[in-house]
């Protein structure tokens, strides 16, 4: 079973996020991409409220599982936005999948680093999020600056200055994650730049400038497999930029779309 949450009409959007996250890192944007879309925003197999694939958590299993739902929304060809692992998912589906998706959106993709110590150093810190948001979820320690920069290291620029409530809301969303281990595994081993130059779909990415778990020098990478590639870049944001830097986040989405739409 797929979790999903709806909202909006227009033109469809598919969001998909990233390693210890579910469809609720979204919430400050899809009001505004609803203004004139459909957003589709799922919780990945194994992650929020929907229930792990058979295999695990295998990149091409999961996009299956994730195409069958969203053709089952009858919402026909969608553009496809994924932001970290839900990136990798995202290429894995439209590789897979190409009717179904109109156009690819990127944010900071997986499973197209160079070398793997980055994103290492990310499972690192989402294993110690994961583990101590177990004791401090709803706790005072929760809304201490000292704990959001430990917590969030790396998927948030500036964790000091992110609203106690958001914190919160990304610690919990680690907590009910089932499939970080695997996820984290299934991205350290994917190589998914021969998938991306096959993707018939046109391509847009994002990325925040100060991000640490997938360094902005990674574009050089996907703009190696898709020079036609449509690039935006937020200066203030890390790993999440939809969760600390929202507007510009939309700003970036609708740009992206408008210019592969010329």
């Known amino acids: 079973m797929i979790a999903?949450?709806?909202?909006?009409?227009?033109s469809p959007l598919v969001l998909l996020h990233g390693v210890g996250a579910n469809r609720e890192v979204w919430r400050h944007v899809t009001p505004a991409l609803a203004e004139d879309r459909h957003v589709i925003a799922p919780d990945l197999p194994g992650f929020g409220e929907s229930t792990p694939v058979a295999e695990g958590f295998d990149l091409d299993a999961v996009a299956v599982a994730l195409a069958d739902s969203l053709a089952d929304c009858a919402c026909g060809p969608f553009d496809l936005l994924g932001n970290s692992l839900g990136g990798a998912v995202a290429v894995a589906l439209a590789f897979e999948r190409p009717e179904l998706v109109r156009r690819l959106v990127l944010a900071a993709p997986a499973g197209f680093a160079a070398r793997p110590p980055p994103i290492a150093a990310a499972a690192g810190a989402?294993?110690?999020?994961?583990?101590a948001g177990r004791r401090i979820i709803g706790g005072p320690a929760a809304r201490s600056a000292t704990a959001r920069r430990a917590l969030l290291w790396g998927a948030i620029a500036e964790p000091q200055r992110l609203p106690a409530d958001d914190a919160r809301m990304m610690v919990r969303a680690s907590r009910g994650s089932t499939r970080i281990g695997a996820a984290v595994a299934a991205v350290l081993r994917a190589d998914l730049r021969p998938q991306l130059t096959r993707v018939e779909a046109p391509?847009?990415?994002i990325w925040g400038w100060?991000?640490?778990?997938?360094?902005?020098?990674?574009l050089r990478t996907i703009r190696a497999a898709r020079p036609d590639a449509v690039v935006a870049t937020i200066p203030r944001a890390a790993h999440v930029p939809q969760v600390e830097r929202p507007r510009e986040f939309?700003?970036?989405v609708s740009s992206v779309l408008d210019r592969l739409s010329k």
């Open 203 to 205: 391509l847009g990415v």
């Open 250 to 252: 939309v700003l970036a």
């Open 210 to 218: 100060r991000d640490r778990i997938v360094p902005i020098t990674t």
């Open 126 to 131: 989402l294993a110690h999020r994961a583990v």
């Open 4 to 10: 999903i949450d709806q909202t909006g009409q227009g």
